[in-house]
């Protein structure tokens, strides 16, 4: 198995990077044979406020860094392009994934030169593959990769019934 860095810089609470990565670090540690979060420290009570799971997909990923000795494998970069590494000769992991997404439907231009410190660029969906493309980001360097959802807590079935707010154009067909 290969060995994967998830770099999160914007460090350990519950900003909208780090959110997305607890929707998947656990996944990750599942099918990797390693996976190390550098994200910085974690205190005690950020580590206590996550669900049982994600607890402990954190506190194994974080000692996994703290141990590391060796270049990754597979380095997930996820921050804005420009904040991605640049790597001596000889030190560069295998393979450099940037994720990444902005919430206009432009790019900076300065990110778009930027997306060549990877090997490929993830985003959350395919508008924003388009908007990247569209910017000047070579296609093939582009995937989707979406936004994991909690199906045990985000069910539909578990509200299946539950009134909807009257200003909400899509109320849900009861079942007789």
Known sequence: GRFWEWRLPVGCDFSGFFIEM???????????SAVALNTGACSEAMLSSLAPGEERAVRRATAAHA???????????????????LFPPGRRPGVVIGRTMVETPRVPARWVGCTE???????????????FAGAGVKREKLAVMPEAVDTALFDPALVAGEPRHPACPHQPKRQE
């Open 22 to 32: 607890l929707g998947c670090l656990a996944e990750l540690i599942s099918r990797a």
């Open 117 to 131: 410190r990877v090997d490929e660029v993830w985003v959350p969906t395919a508008w924003h593959l388009e908007v």
């Open 67 to 85: 141990a590391a000795e060796r270049t990754p494998d597979v380095l997930l970069q996820h921050s804005e392009p420009c904040a991605w590494a």
